[in-house]
């Protein structure tokens, strides 16, 4: 499985984003799919999770009310939209697949090279 960020960039505090990662190969259904991210200075952290069919998801306290994953597995996508984005959202975004879950404590198979989000005050 091969992953590919989009979306990242510069947004003022309040504003939004919206990530995406298209996966490629095959069973992208078969995966548990998250986000993580890596501020500068900091270590990587989860931030949200969703299920093989999109049916349950979980988030880290720090976003959990602005951020909302979903994924569209007939594109092989898994998305972040991300809301009301503060300064501290600022990092290097980086999605991952699952072959044993979608939450903080699972095993993340795959990782994508990450794309930037900097959010100014």
């Known amino acids: 499985v091969q992953l590919v960020e989009s979306g990242g960039g510069l947004v003022q505090a309040g504003g939004s984003l919206r990530l995406s990662c298209a996966a490629s190969g095959r069973f992208f259904s078969s995966y548990g799919m998250g986000w993580f991210r890596q501020a500068p200075g900091k270590e990587r952290e989860f931030v949200a999770g969703?299920?093989?069919?999109?049916?349950?998801?979980y988030y880290a306290d720090s976003v959990k009310g602005r951020f909302t994953i979903s994924r569209d597995n007939a594109k092989n996508t898994v998305f972040l939209q991300m809301n009301s984005l503060k300064p501290e959202d600022t990092a290097v975004y980086y999605c991952?697949?699952?072959?044993?879950?979608?939450?903080?404590?699972?095993?993340?198979?795959?990782w994508g090279q990450g794309t930037l989000v900097t959010v100014s005050s």
């Open positions: 969703i299920s093989w069919s999109g049916g349950s998801s």
């Open positions: 991952a697949a699952s072959r044993t879950g979608w939450g903080r404590d699972s095993g993340f198979d795959y």
